[in-house]
């Protein structure tokens, strides 16, 4: 009798994980304090954008921004891009190729992918990204020096 309970338990058991859904801070925690768990649902939207990056599919990259997006440094408010349009005619600017490489670099190095106020990023910040819509609503790496001549040309 012993045997068949037992048994019993460890088959609702193996169920309860089976069809658990997966426990990750960037679902269910409502918590405004930043937290490394995160739904490997959230990080394949991230590695989507990254991969979009890397592969220069400029269509759907400009398509994956949240709209008006700005650009800051040091707390000011240096740039904003008010359109995907807008976006797509200065891309070069923003996604110079040195750019990319740090940013892929960052996401593929990094194993400390976090959530805050609904939003994830990685690479210490280089992108932000909402967790609802995926996103992305910050962008932190840009080369100051080209985006400062793309400035000149608004």
């Known amino acids: 009798m012993k045997n068949i309970l037992y048994t019993i338990i460890l088959c609702f058991l193996f169920l309860f994980v089976v069809f658990a859904d997966e426990d990750c ?12 768990i995160m739904c490997s649902e959230h990080i394949v939207i991230m590695k989507s954008f990254v991969d979009t990056l890397e592969n220069g599919n400029i269509d759907k990259v400009v398509n994956s921004i ?5 650009f800051w440094k040091s707390g000011k408010e240096i740039l904003t891009i008010e359109d995907s349009e807008q976006f797509k005619n ?10 990319i490489e740090r940013i892929v670099g960052q996401f593929s ?7 805050k106020n609904g939003r994830m990023m990685f690479g210490a ?10 996103k992305v609503y910050v962008i932190n790496h840009y080369d100051p020096y080209i985006l400062q001549k793309l400035i000149s040309k608004i």
Request: no cysteine; proline share 11%.
């Open 25 to 36: 801070g960037s679902k269910n925690n409502p918590s405004n304090y930043p937290n490394p």
């Open 66 to 70: 949240d709209y008006p997006i700005t």
């Open 90 to 99: 200065f891309y070069e600017y923003i996604f110079p190729k040195h750019v």
């Open 109 to 115: 190095n990094d194993n400390e992918y976090f959530w």
């Open 125 to 134: 910040g280089a992108i932000w990204f909402d967790l609802e819509s995926g």
